[in-house]
C-alpha cells in the first residue's frame, strides 16, 4: 500500500505544467536554451533526458547554436617562467569568458575545433578529443610513438557533414628524426575506428608551408598551401577529401606581388580565402603593409576574387587559422593587444574601422596566439568509448604535474589574500557599529530631550563618516583564464588600497563615537546628582 502511493507521488511530481505541452513544442523550447541549461534539465526527469539526449535533438541544436570565436595560448616560456596553455572564448556579442576551459590542460596544444569537440595534442603519447560544454573526454593513441621532432600543428581535426564523421589526420614527415620539411603520406584517423590509416599523395608536399600557413577544414576536404615554383604567388593549394581520401591541387590567381610576403589559408563565411600581405624582411611574422584576401569561388574552375583590400596593416600580427569572424577583423599588436576592426568598404577596398581593444594577454608573446570558430554542443563521445585505440593518459596530466606546483600555490595565496581581505574589511567596521550600539542604548536614558536631539544629531552625522561594507568580490569556484587572472589581482590590489583608507576613517569614527559616548555619560551623571541634590533638600 506504502509502495503504491510513494509511486502515485512520484508520478505526480514528475507531471509538471512543462510536461502538458505537445512534445514538439517542449522540444522547440529546448532548441532555444545553451547547453550548460540543458545539461541542468537531464536531470530533471525522464521524459526530459529523452528529449534532450536523443541524436536528432542534438544535431538540431547545433545547428542553430551560436558560433564563437575561441582564443586560445599553447604553453610557452617567457622570461624563463613557464606559462600554461590557456583559452579565452568571445561570445557573438563578442564578451570574452573569465573562466578556464577545463577541458584544456596546461601543457596540451589546440589541433582543431569541430561541432563542440576540440582535439588537443599532449606531449604524451595520445591525441585528446574533448566536448568544450560537457567535459567529456577520449584519448587516441598517437599514429607513431617516439616521433622526434613531433608538432602540434602537423595534426588537425575535421568533420565530414555527409558521412558525419570525425577524422583526425597527421602530416607525416617524410624524414622523422631529421625534420626536413617534406611529407607525402596524410594518416587519418576516423573516429570510432581501430586503427590509422596511410594515404599516400602522388608528389612531395611542404610541411613548413602546412606549419606556418595553416590548414583549415571546409566542406568534408582539408585546405593547405604548399610550395609551387610554377605559381605566381609560388604557392598552391592543396585539398584532401576526407571521404574518398584523395589529392587535388588548386592553382591561385594570377596576381604580380612583390616584396617579402606571408601567406594564410583561412575559412570566411564558409568560403576557402587566402591572405597575403607584406612582412617585414627581418620579422616575418609582422604585416608591414595592406592585407589582400581573396576568396575561392568555384574549386572546378579554380575562380578566385578579391575579398579585401586592407590598407595600414603594419605592425599587427594575424592570429591563424581563423582571424575573420563574421564582420570583424582580429589582429595582435606587438604590445600584446588584441584587436577588432569592423571591416567597412565599398568593392574590395576596405578601412579598418572602429577599432576596439579586445583585451590584453600579455605576459603571452604576441605572435604565439591562434583564433579558432567553435560552439558549444550536446555531441557526445560516449558511442567511441568501446574502441580499443581508446584510453586514459598513462601519465600524470594537467595541474597535478610538478612543474605547475608554483602555479598552483600562487592560486591559493591568491584566495587566502582575499579571505584574509573580506575578514579585515568586516573587522574594520565591527567595534565603530558595536560603538553606535552603546551609544544609542545610553541616549535613551537622558531625560532632557533637548539634549538628546542634539546628541542624536551629531552622533548621526558622525555615523555618516563611517564607510560602507564593499560587496564581497564574486569568486568562481572554477579557475579563471589568465586574462581574468591578471584582472583579478589588479582588483585585489585596489581593494587593499581601499580597506587601508577605511581602516583609517573607523578608527577615526571610534574616536568621535567614544567622545559622544563620554558626554552622553557626563550628562547622564550630571542629572543623576542634580536628581539625588533635590531629593536631600
Known sequence: MDSEETKTKKKQKEQCIINCLPSDLIERIFLRLPVSTLLRCIEVCKQWHKVIRDPQFITAHLEQA?????????????QGKPYPSDATIFDEAWSHSTLAVPVIGPDDFLCGSCNGLLCLFTKTSTIKIANLATGECLHLDKPI????????????????????????THFLDEHQNYSRGTFSIVQVYSLGSDKWKDVKSSEVLSLSCVKNSGVIS?????????????????????????????????????????GYRRYWITEINGKVCIATGEVHKYRPKILADKLQVWTLDSMVDQNWSQTYSIPHTHNYYLPGPHFVHRDKIMVQGILCDMYLYELFGENCRTKLS?????????????????????????????AYKKV????????????????????????????????????????????PRNLAIEVKEVLKHLPDEVIRQRITKEFVQILQQLPDCPQQHPRSLQRLNLVESKRDR?????RSNRVKDMVKVSKEVCVDICRALMCVLDHCKGTSNSAANISQQ
Open 66 to 78: 551560436p558560433c564563437c570565436a575561441l582564443v586560445f595560448f599553447p604553453p610557452e616560456s617567457v
Open 145 to 168: 610513438k617516439n616521433l622526434k621532432g613531433d608538432h602540434f600543428s602537423f595534426y588537425r581535426f575535421s568533420f565530414h557533414p555527409i558521412t558525419k564523421d570525425y577524422k583526425v
Open 218 to 258: 571546409v566542406h568534408g576536404s582539408m585546405f593547405w598551401l604548399t610550395e609551387d615554383a610554377g605559381a605566381s604567388w609560388k604557392h598552391a593549394v592543396i585539398t584532401f577529401d576526407l571521404n574518398e581520401e584523395s589529392f587535388a591541387r588548386i592553382q591561385l590567381p594570377e596576381v604580380a606581388l612583390g
Open 354 to 382: 572602429n577599432r576596439v581593444k579586445a583585451l590584453n594577454f600579455s605576459p603571452h608573446k604576441p605572435d604565439n596566439m591562434q583564433s579558432y570558430m567553435c560552439v558549444k554542443s550536446l555531441v557526445r563521445l560516449e
Open 388 to 431: 580499443g585505440i581508446l584510453h586514459g593518459s598513462k601519465q600524470r596530466e594537467g595541474w597535478n604535474l610538478k612543474k605547475w606546483e608554483a602555479w598552483e600555490r600562487g592560486i591559493c595565496k591568491s584566495e587566502d589574500a582575499w579571505k584574509n581581505l573580506y575578514e579585515l574589511e568586516q573587522n574594520s567596521l565591527a567595534l
Open 490 to 494: 589588479e582588483k585585489l590590489i585596489a
